[in-house]
Each structure stands twice: as C-alpha cells, then as structure tokens.
C-alpha cells in the first residue's frame, strides 16, 4: 500500500536559519496539507494545497512559511527564518479528494536552537 | 472557525472492557468527522470516520456516533486489547469543494491506556 514519505526524519537547526521539509504524496492524491504538532499537544492546521496554489491558510501560517509543489510530486514547507516556538512534529498529508481520507506522513521532527 | 473538544484527557481501562472518547464540535456547517490514532512517535492514522449524513458506523471493534442537534460525536472502542493502546484524536472539517477547503481540525487527544 503506498505510502506518504517524508524526509528528513529529524532536523536541528540554529533559529533564524531556514529550513525545508519535504514531503512525497501518493501518486493519485490531488490535495495536500501540511500540519504541525507541538510536543504532547494536538494537530494543528498549517496550510492546504490545491491545484498549485494555497487554498487555505492558518494564523500559524505567517510571511515566515511558504510551500510549494516544484516538480509535480515534492511537496515543500519552507520556514524562512526560523523561530524557537517552530520547533514541532510537521506531518504532510494528502487525499485524493476533499472530505476522502487525510493521509499522513510519518512527519519530521524540527528541533530550533 | 471550528473548534473541537475532546474528553477525557487521559483513559485508563481494564482489557476486555470498552473505552468511550467523546468529542464537540462548534461549527455546525462541519460535515466530516474522523478519529484518528496515534502511536508514540509515529503517523495518525485514520481508524474510522463518519460524515453528517448518518449517525452511526461500525468497523468490527470499533464505532462512532454522531449527533448533529447536539454537535457532538464518540468513538466506542468494544473488546479493548494492549494494542489499543495509543492516543486517539477526533476531528471534524468542513465540506466547502469549490475551494478545496477540508483542513482538519483536530480535537486535543485522549491517551488510551489498556491494562492487561
């Protein structure tokens, strides 16, 4: 059963350098979302993506985020400059269409010094 | 915009028994509700959903409910076993398709604890 992957796995980084988390959708999935879970706390919403382009952002998702899908199946969460409070579980997920199942990634822990 | 409760915190039960987590919902234009499942440090991962046109699924051990007058909806967990053990998220999203708009908004998680 194919899978959404994303890499890396873990990331340190120094706050206010940038970083970029990857995320590969399944194949057949049309919308994406990239979600972030702060340690011990619930999943909280980031972005949404749809036909290359946001559809829906959060008050979380401020000038500091961009995302974007460069080659049709890489999906990206760039943080410009990074802050402390970034410091998170990010999970991309996708569906293959709205309302079906919201797939997840095994998501990438970001760790801001 | 939609806001998700969820409770108890923390639920502890004997194997075999059944555990009940039970969620609200604020928005009453929220269609979709799914429960999530996550093992320490890994995915959720969908374990059942309901939308608002029915009130009542069942997948073998497990069920969800919802009642849409009173905006709320449970996960019912029969037959509880160690594997059950985990932290369990409700959600709910809002059908609007012309902007491909059903982010999730995620309820504040119950950890599931079987005792064996």
């Known amino acids: 059963e194919p899978e959404v992957t994303q890499t890396p796995s873990h990331q340190v980084t120094q706050m206010g350098q940038e970083v970029i988390l990857r995320c590969v959708p399944i194949?057949?999935?049309?919308?994406f979302y990239w979600y972030r879970q702060i340690l011990g706390q619930k999943v909280e919403f980031l972005v949404s993506?749809?036909?290359?382009?946001?559809?829906?952002k959060s008050e979380i998702f401020d000038d500091q985020f961009s995302v974007e899908r460069p080659d049709g199946s890489n999906f990206t969460l760039k943080i410009r400059s990074t802050k402390l409070e970034d410091s998170a579980m990010y999970f991309c997920?996708?569906?293959?269409?709205?309302?079906?199942?919201?797939?997840f990634g095994p998501g990438t822990r970001l760790l801001v010094l | 915009g939609e806001n998700v409760e969820q409770h108890p915190s923390t639920l502890s039960v004997q194997e075999g028994d059944s555990a009940v987590i039970k969620c609200t919902y604020s928005?009453?234009?929220?269609?979709?509700f799914p429960w999530y499942k996550q093992e320490l440090g890994k995915r959720p991962q969908l374990i059942i959903d309901i939308r608002s046109n029915v009130g009542e699924k069942k997948d073998q051990r497990i069920a969800v409910t919802l009642n849409k007058t009173a905006k709320h909806f449970s996960l019912h967990i029969t037959e509880t076993q160690p594997e059950d053990s985990a932290v369990y998220f409700c959600?709910?999203?809002?059908?609007?398709?012309?902007?491909?708009?059903?982010?999730?908004?995620f309820g504040t998680g119950t950890r599931l604890t079987i005792i064996p």
């Open positions: 959600a709910a999203s809002t059908d609007i398709s012309n902007f491909g708009n059903e982010k999730l908004t």
């Open positions: 194949s057949n999935h049309l919308y």
């Open positions: 928005d009453s234009a929220s269609n979709y």
């Open positions: 993506f749809y036909n290359n382009e946001i559809s829906e």
């Open positions: 997920a996708g569906s293959r269409r709205e309302q079906e199942t919201q797939y």
